[in-house]
C-alpha cells in the first residue's frame, strides 16, 4: 500500500481527528498499537481501511480487519469473501464469523440495533484474542461512522426527545464493554467528521471497489426512512444541514459532560449508597437526604436519581425520561411510600426526611439498631459468640467479655443503655447468635419466669415490623433457650443472683470511622 499524499484530503481530517481526540495511543516501546478495524465491505468501512493501512506505518498501528456476517441475505456470504480478499491484498490478518439463525432471531424485535450489538461483542472478542493482545496497551476498535450517520443519529435522537447524551450522537472516542478484562475497551470513529460524499470520491478517485447492501434501501428500518425521504427533502431547505447537525452535536457533547460532571459531583455529596452485600456486587441500597435533594436544580435531580439507578445496577433505558421525572415529582412533593416499585428488582422508599433507591430484598434504610439481613442469614443459621471474644455484623460488633462478679460496675444496674447486658455465666453453656423464628416463646426478666411471645414483647417495644426478621438475639446453646433478646430484654434465667460467681459482659458497638463506639460511653475501644 502506498502511503497517502500528504495533501489528501481525508488523511488531514484523520490526522486531525487524531490530535483532537487521541483516537490511537502512541504504541509503547517497539510494539506496534493493535487495532481492530471493523469492515462489512460497504463503502464506509472500506475507505477506512485503505486509510488506516496508509496509516499503518507513521502513527505504528498493527491492523486486524474483523468481519460479522449477519446472515441475513442469501449473498452475506459474498460479502465475508470480499472483505476477507480485501485483507488479504492488504496482507493483514482477518476474521470472520457468521450470526446463527437463533441469534437473529433474538434481534428481531429490533433489528437493526440487535445486529449492532452483536457486532461489537464480536469486534470486542476478536480484541481479546492473543494475536491481538499487547503486553502493554489494550486494542483499539475502529468503525466507519461518517458524518452523514452523525446527522441521521442526531435527527433520528431529536425525533424520540431525547436528551443531552442523545443529542451529543456518537462520540469520536466511547468505551465498549470489555469481555476480558474490568477496563472497557476504546470504541473510535476516525471518519465521524467526513461527509459520505468524500468518502465516495476518494474510492471512485482510486478505482476502490466495495460492496452494496441492498437492505439499506429498505424503508422498513427507521434510519433508512431518514436518509433516503427525510433528509433529501430537509437539504433542499438547509443545505448545510449535516455539517450543523454535526455541530449541534458536538455543543451538546460538551454540554452533556459538563452536566454528567455537575451529576456526579451531587450524586457523590448527597447520595450515600450501602457497601454491596456478600452476593450481590452493587450496594443494596442509596440514601439521599430529602431537603438536600430538593435544594438541587430540576435537571441535576434528574441526573442523581439516573446516577442511583446506574449504582444499584439499572440500565439506561430503565431510567428512561417519563419514569425518572415521575419519581422526580414524588421525591420534591410530600409521597411517602414504602418500597414502591421503579424498575427490576429496585424499589424506592421515603418518609418525611429522607428517602432510598434501594433492591427489593433490602431494607429501605440501615437501620440504626444491629440488625441481621437476609444476606447474614443466607450464610449462617446461628454463629458462635465465644467467651471473651467478639462477632462482627455489617458495621456493629458483639463482644463477649466473662469477669469475676466482683469486676461489675457499682452502677452496673442504672446503665442506661439497652445493648448491654450482664449475665450469669454459670446459667449459660455457650452462646449463640441467631433471629427470632415464628412463634417462638421468651421468659424475660421480670416476668418471675413467666413466657411471653416474642412478637408481642416487639409490640410492646415498638419495634418496626421490617426490623424484626433481623433482629438479633442470643440463646443458650444446649437448651436454645433465649439469653437477651438483644437491646430489648434480658432472660430470666441468665440473670445475675447473690449466688452469681462470675459474670457475662455483652455488649453492641457500632462503627465509627476506624473506631468501634460504645454505645454509653461514646469511647474508642
Given at each position: 500500500?502506498?502511503?497517502?499524499?500528504?495533501?489528501d484530503?481525508?488523511?488531514?481530517?484523520?490526522?486531525?481527528?487524531?490530535?483532537?481526540?487521541?483516537?490511537?495511543?502512541?504504541?509503547?516501546?517497539?510494539?506496534?498499537?493493535?487495532?481492530?478495524?471493523?469492515?462489512?465491505?460497504?463503502?464506509?468501512?472500506?475507505?477506512?481501511?485503505?486509510?488506516?493501512?496508509?496509516?499503518?506505518?507513521?502513527?505504528?498501528?498493527?491492523?486486524?480487519?474483523?468481519?460479522?456476517?449477519?446472515?441475513?441475505?442469501?449473498?452475506?456470504?459474498?460479502?465475508a469473501?470480499?472483505?476477507?480478499?480485501?485483507?488479504?491484498?492488504?496482507?493483514?490478518?482477518?476474521?470472520?464469523?457468521?450470526?446463527?439463525?437463533?441469534?437473529?432471531?433474538?434481534?428481531?424485535?429490533?433489528?437493526?440495533?440487535?445486529?449492532?450489538?452483536?457486532?461489537?461483542?464480536?469486534?470486542?472478542?476478536?480484541?481479546?484474542?492473543?494475536?491481538?493482545?499487547?503486553?502493554?496497551?489494550?486494542?483499539?476498535?475502529?468503525?466507519?461512522?461518517?458524518?452523514?450517520?452523525?446527522?441521521?443519529?442526531?435527527?433520528?435522537?431529536?425525533?424520540?426527545g431525547s436528551?443531552?447524551?442523545?443529542?451529543?450522537?456518537?462520540?469520536?472516542?466511547?468505551?465498549?464493554?470489555?469481555?476480558?478484562?474490568?477496563?472497557?475497551?476504546?470504541?473510535?470513529?476516525?471518519?465521524?467528521?467526513?461527509?459520505?460524499?468524500?468518502?465516495?470520491?476518494?474510492?471512485?478517485?482510486?478505482?476502490?471497489?466495495?460492496?452494496?447492501?441492498?437492505?439499506?434501501?429498505?424503508?422498513?428500518?427507521?434510519?433508512?426512512?431518514?436518509?433516503?425521504?427525510?433528509?433529501?427533502?430537509?437539504?433542499?431547505?438547509?443545505?448545510?444541514?449535516t455539517?450543523?447537525?454535526?455541530?449541534?452535536?458536538?455543543?451538546?457533547?460538551?454540554?452533556?459532560?459538563?452536566?454528567?460532571?455537575?451529576?456526579?459531583?451531587?450524586f457523590?455529596?448527597?447520595?450515600?449508597?450501602?457497601?454491596?452485600?456478600?452476593?450481590?456486587?452493587?450496594?443494596?441500597?442509596?440514601?439521599?437526604?430529602?431537603?438536600?435533594?430538593?435544594?438541587?436544580?430540576?435537571?441535576?435531580?434528574?441526573?442523581?436519581?439516573?446516577?442511583?439507578?446506574?449504582?444499584?445496577?439499572?440500565?439506561?433505558?430503565?431510567?428512561?425520561?417519563?419514569?425518572?421525572?415521575?419519581?422526580?415529582?414524588?421525591?420534591?412533593?410530600?409521597?411517602?411510600?414504602?418500597?414502591?416499585?421503579?424498575?427490576?428488582?429496585?424499589?424506592?422508599?421515603?418518609?418525611?426526611?429522607?428517602?432510598?433507591?434501594?433492591?427489593?430484598a433490602?431494607?429501605?434504610f440501615?437501620?440504626d439498631?444491629?440488625?441481621?439481613?437476609?444476606?447474614?442469614?443466607?450464610?449462617?443459621?446461628?454463629?458462635?459468640?465465644?467467651?471473651?471474644?467478639?462477632?462482627?455484623?455489617?458495621?456493629?460488633?458483639?463482644?463477649?467479655?466473662?469477669?469475676?462478679?466482683?469486676?461489675?460496675?457499682?452502677?452496673?444496674?442504672?446503665?442506661?443503655?439497652?445493648w448491654?447486658?450482664?449475665?450469669?455465666?454459670g446459667?449459660?453453656?455457650?452462646?449463640?447468635?441467631?433471629?427470632?423464628?415464628?412463634?417462638?416463646?421468651?421468659?424475660?426478666?421480670?416476668?418471675?419466669?413467666?413466657?411471653?411471645?416474642?412478637?408481642?414483647?416487639?409490640?410492646?417495644?415498638?419495634?418496626?415490623?421490617?426490623?424484626?426478621?433481623?433482629?438479633?438475639?442470643?440463646?443458650?446453646?444446649?437448651?436454645?433457650?433465649?439469653?437477651?433478646?438483644?437491646?430489648?430484654?434480658?432472660?430470666?434465667?441468665?440473670?445475675?443472683?447473690?449466688?452469681?460467681?462470675?459474670?457475662?459482659?455483652?455488649?453492641?458497638?457500632?462503627?465509627?470511622?476506624?473506631?468501634?463506639?460504645?454505645?454509653?460511653?461514646?469511647?474508642?475501644?
Amino acid at each position: 500500500m502506498t502511503a497517502l499524499a500528504p495533501d489528501d484530503r481525508l488523511y488531514n481530517a484523520l490526522r486531525q481527528a487524531q490530535e483532537r481526540h487521541r483516537l490511537f495511543p502512541t504504541a509503547a516501546g517497539d510494539t506496534p498499537h493493535p487495532v481492530i478495524v471493523g469492515v462489512s465491505g460497504g463503502a464506509d468501512s472500506v475507505c477506512l481501511l485503505h486509510l488506516l493501512a496508509g496509516l499503518a506505518r507513521p502513527w505504528r498501528l498493527a491492523l486486524h480487519v474483523a468481519h460479522l456476517d449477519h446472515n441475513v441475505r442469501p449473498d452475506s456470504a459474498e460479502d465475508a469473501a470480499f472483505v476477507r480478499a480485501l485483507a488479504e491484498g492488504l496482507g493483514l490478518p482477518f476474521y470472520t464469523r457468521q450470526l446463527a439463525s437463533k441469534q437473529i432471531d433474538e434481534a428481531d424485535n429490533n433489528l437493526e440495533a440487535g445486529l449492532r450489538q452483536l457486532r461489537y461483542a464480536f469486534f470486542a472478542e476478536v480484541a481479546g484474542t492473543s494475536d491481538c493482545q499487547s503486553d502493554v496497551q489494550q486494542p483499539t476498535i475502529a468503525v466507519a461512522h461518517n458524518a452523514d450517520d452523525q446527522a441521521e443519529t442526531i435527527l433520528m435522537h431529536v425525533l424520540r426527545g431525547s436528551g443531552l447524551a442523545g443529542l451529543a450522537g456518537m462520540r469520536p472516542v466511547s468505551p465498549l464493554p470489555n469481555p476480558t478484562g474490568p477496563e472497557p475497551l476504546r470504541l473510535v470513529r476516525p471518519l465521524l467528521d467526513v461527509p459520505r460524499t468524500q468518502i465516495l470520491q476518494y474510492l471512485d478517485d482510486r478505482e476502490i471497489f466495495w460492496r452494496e447492501d441492498p437492505s439499506n434501501r429498505e424503508m422498513r428500518f427507521a434510519r433508512n426512512w431518514l436518509r433516503h425521504q427525510i433528509l433529501p427533502e430537509l437539504r433542499k431547505l438547509y443545505p448545510s444541514l449535516t455539517p450543523s447537525l454535526a455541530r449541534l452535536g458536538a455543543v451538546m457533547a460538551d454540554e452533556s459532560d459538563r452536566a454528567d460532571r455537575i451529576n456526579a459531583e451531587a450524586f457523590q455529596r448527597l447520595g450515600q449508597p450501602s457497601e454491596p452485600s456478600a452476593t450481590t456486587d452493587p450496594p443494596v441500597r442509596v440514601v439521599f437526604n430529602r431537603d438536600d435533594f430538593r435544594g438541587l436544580d430540576v435537571a441535576t435531580q434528574r441526573g442523581v436519581l439516573r446516577l442511583a439507578g446506574d449504582a444499584l445496577g439499572l440500565l439506561s433505558e430503565d431510567m428512561h425520561y417519563e419514569r425518572t421525572e415521575n419519581l422526580r415529582l414524588s421525591l420534591a412533593g410530600n409521597d411517602t411510600p414504602s418500597a414502591l416499585p421503579l424498575a427490576g428488582q429496585i424499589v424506592w422508599s421515603a418518609d418525611d426526611s429522607r428517602f432510598s433507591l434501594h433492591q427489593k430484598a433490602a431494607l429501605a434504610f440501615q437501620p440504626d439498631t444491629p440488625f441481621l439481613d437476609d444476606d447474614w442469614c443466607s450464610q449462617h443459621n446461628s454463629v458462635n459468640l465465644p467467651l471473651d471474644g467478639e462477632v462482627a455484623v455489617a458495621n456493629w460488633r458483639l463482644t463477649c467479655r466473662a469477669v469475676e462478679v466482683t469486676e461489675l460496675p457499682t452502677n452496673w444496674r442504672k446503665v442506661n443503655d439497652p445493648w448491654q447486658a450482664w449475665c450469669d455465666a454459670g446459667q449459660v453453656a455457650g452462646l449463640l447468635l441467631t433471629t427470632p423464628r415464628r412463634g417462638q416463646r421468651f421468659a424475660p426478666l421480670g416476668l418471675a419466669g413467666r413466657h411471653k411471645n416474642v412478637g408481642d414483647l416487639f409490640t410492646d417495644n415498638k419495634v418496626p415490623v421490617e426490623l424484626r426478621a433481623g433482629w438479633p438475639l442470643l440463646v443458650d446453646g444446649n437448651s436454645g433457650e433465649i439469653v437477651w433478646l438483644c437491646g430489648l430484654r434480658l432472660g430470666n434465667k441468665a440473670r445475675i443472683r447473690p449466688e452469681t460467681k462470675r459474670v457475662l459482659h455483652l455488649q453492641w458497638s457500632k462503627e465509627q470511622g476506624d473506631f468501634f463506639v460504645n454505645t454509653d460511653e461514646k469511647e474508642h475501644r
